[in-house]
Structures are given as C-alpha cells and as structure tokens.
C-alpha cells in the first residue's frame, strides 16, 4: 500500500529521524525497479550480464530467478499505477531525508524480492536513488562514507583518504554530471 503513504507526515518523521542520528536504507530497488524509467536497460543489461562466463557460472535455477528481475510488471493496469505512485512516494520520502541531512544507505537487499547479482543492484539502487531526487553526491555518499558510518567501519573505508583500505575505480567522465552512465 506505498501508494498511501501519506506524503503530509514526512516532514515531523524525517525530521526527528536526523535529530536521533538515525541512517536510512531504503532498498528501493528491491520494491520498485520494475517501476522505473530505466527498467528496460536494466534488462538488456542484466540479460547480457548472464550470457557472460561469469553469468553462466550460476545454475540453472538461479538464471531463471535472475533473469526474471527486471521484467515488465505484470498484473492489472490500475495495481501498476497504485505501484507506480508507490515508488514516487516512497522515493520522495527518501530524497526528502537526504535533503534534511539524513543519511541514506545504497542497500540493495541481493537475492530478496530483487534476484540480480550484487554488483548490478548496487547500481541499480544508486540509480533509482538518483532517479527518486537525490543528488548524484548523496547517492555516491549513499554507497560509500554514509554506508560505511552506519557500519561503524568509517575510521577503515569508506573514503579516500591514508590509512585507509579502498578499491578505486577511475571513470573518463565526472558521475557528479550524471550519475546514471
């Protein structure tokens, strides 16, 4: 019943969600990615993910499982649309929070109602992050120094910085620009 929530109670919510310090994973993805704009890439994405060797590794079942995650919802029209409304405010509670200074986790829930693997949902949930209204700074903050914060294991990763173990990834182009190529 997402298509319910009640948007006016937001701001007493989210408000005293950052004044408790609280940190907030929303796991959007695993609800919501077949309501997304970006859904069909996703699935081209995804398909051609699993006709790879690693892809191919999993069994049978679990490429089935996989391959059905980012599938056009099925079911009446008017439910899609209740579904639809549902990701938009649930989204908006979320990039409500970031906006407020809330800390928000790029959690994708891997292997729950979301069957793809890890590192697909991660950037999956980071785009529907950024599709939701978050800035592309939170959402890559989301992924790494607020994840980490929440985790306690900020002083070890989580940042760039000496002393501190990191993969680093070196892109031609600024994801502050758009975090979704």
Same mark, same amino acid.
């Not at 937001?10 to 005293?16: D, E, G, N």
């Not at 697909?120 to 939701?132: F, K």
């Given at each position: @019943?997402? /298509? +319910?929530? *009640?948007?006016?109670?937001?701001? =007493?919510?989210?408000? $005293?969600m950052v004044k408790n310090g609280m940190f907030l994973n929303p796991t959007l993805s695993d609800t919501f990615a077949k309501y997304s704009k970006l859904r069909d890439e996703w699935d081209r994405f995804n398909t051609a993910f699993m006709e790879t060797p690693l892809g191919k590794k999993l069994s049978e079942a679990s490429r089935r499982w996989c391959l059905a995650a980012y599938m056009p919802p099925k079911g009446e029209p008017e439910r899609i649309e209740e579904w639809k409304e549902g990701y938009r405010r649930a989204g908006l509670f979320v990039k409500e929070f970031a906006d407020a200074g809330g800390k928000v986790m790029a959690g994708p829930d891997t292997g729950g @109602?979301? =069957?793809? =693997?890890?590192?697909?949902?991660? /950037?999956?949930?980071?785009?529907? +992050?950024?599709?939701?209204?978050?800035? =592309?700074?939170?959402?890559?903050?989301?992924?790494?120094?607020? @994840?980490?914060? $929440?985790?306690?294991?900020?002083?070890?990763?989580?940042?760039?910085?000496?002393?501190?173990? $990191? *993969?680093?990834?070196?892109?031609?182009?600024?994801?502050?620009? *758009?975090i979704d190529r």
């Open positions: @019943a997402y /298509h +319910l929530l *009640d948007t006016s109670k937001y701001p =007493p919510l989210i408000q $005293a @109602a979301m =069957p793809v =693997p890890a590192g697909i949902s991660l /950037h999956v949930e980071m785009q529907i +992050l950024n599709e939701s209204g978050m800035k =592309p700074m939170q959402v890559l903050q989301a992924a790494t120094s607020w @994840a980490m914060e $929440a985790w306690g294991k900020s002083k070890e990763v989580g940042t760039i910085e000496v002393g501190k173990r $990191a *993969d680093v990834v070196v892109l031609n182009r600024n994801p502050l620009d *758009d």
